[in-house]
């Protein structure tokens, strides 16, 4: 079984940021289908949208520079969502792939 360890830094996915997501323009589509951008994860019945972070350690002021730069990106997707970047949760990750299916554990 193939697995990746990494760290992700996301925001978890309310109702109300699900509803702005939902009237995201198709311009703007792209940030989310395209994982360099956004990414999401469903964990333990909670989903979150965020981005992988490379490297096996990362330092205090590379967390809260992606910690900008999702939230900024997630504002432009969902236009009036409020979040700041010290609402984000940061964790580690392993991904499991068998077969097709994609196990996140945190």
């Given at each position: ?27 703007d ?51 009036g ?19 097709s ?6």
């Amino acid at each position: 079984m193939a697995s990746a360890k990494f760290f992700f830094l996301g925001f978890e996915v309310d109702d109300d940021l699900q509803q702005r997501l939902s009237n995201c323009s198709k311009s703007d589509k792209s940030f989310l289908e395209q994982p360099q951008y956004l990414e999401q994860f469903d964990v333990a019945g909670k989903r979150y949208l965020g981005r992988r972070l490379d490297g096996d350690g990362i330092s205090e002021s590379s967390v809260e520079d992606s910690a900008r730069n999702v939230a900024s990106l997630i504002k432009r997707v969902a236009p009036g969502w409020k979040k700041a970047p010290f609402h984000a949760v940061l964790t580690a990750v392993e991904e499991e792939i068998t077969h097709s299916d994609v196990v996140v554990s945190f």
